[in-house]
């Protein structure tokens, strides 16, 4: 079992920053991919971005050069850099840790994020 923790999320104007961290905890035996979604009210969830053990990134095309993920395998943690802000980016950020070989998967609890003047 994989525990995940967020932190970061908050109000913020248009055009400002936040920074969102989840930390994975529990039974972390082999190589893994992190990654966060986001769910805006009435519509799907959706990736946001993703990095791989190796480093390997990948961004949903309306945060690509505004949002950077990263992670600190040391300490198991995920980190997601959001600037440019914008309204539409409103939305409940969650945490995936996903093993690479079983693909078994765990979700953290979501934190909210809203972008208003």
């Known amino acids: 079992q994989v525990q995940l923790v967020e932190s970061g999320g908050g109000l913020v104007q248009p055009g400002g920053s936040l920074r969102l961290s989840c930390a994975a905890s529990?039974?972390?035996?082999?190589?893994?991919?992190l990654g966060w979604y986001r769910q805006a009210p009435g519509k799907q969830r959706e990736l946001v971005a993703s990095?791989?053990?190796?480093?390997?990134?990948n961004y949903a095309d309306s945060v690509g050069g505004r949002f950077t993920i990263s992670r600190d395998n040391a300490k198991n943690t995920v980190y997601l850099q959001m600037n440019s802000l914008k309204p539409e980016d409103t939305a409940v950020y969650f945490c995936?840790?996903?093993?690479?070989?079983?693909?078994?998967?765990?979700w953290g609890q979501g934190t909210q994020v809203t972008v208003s003047s």
């Open positions: 990095i791989t053990a190796g480093g390997r990134v």
């Open positions: 995936n840790f996903r093993f690479t070989v079983s693909t078994q998967q765990y």
């Open positions: 529990g039974r972390i035996d082999s190589i893994y991919v």
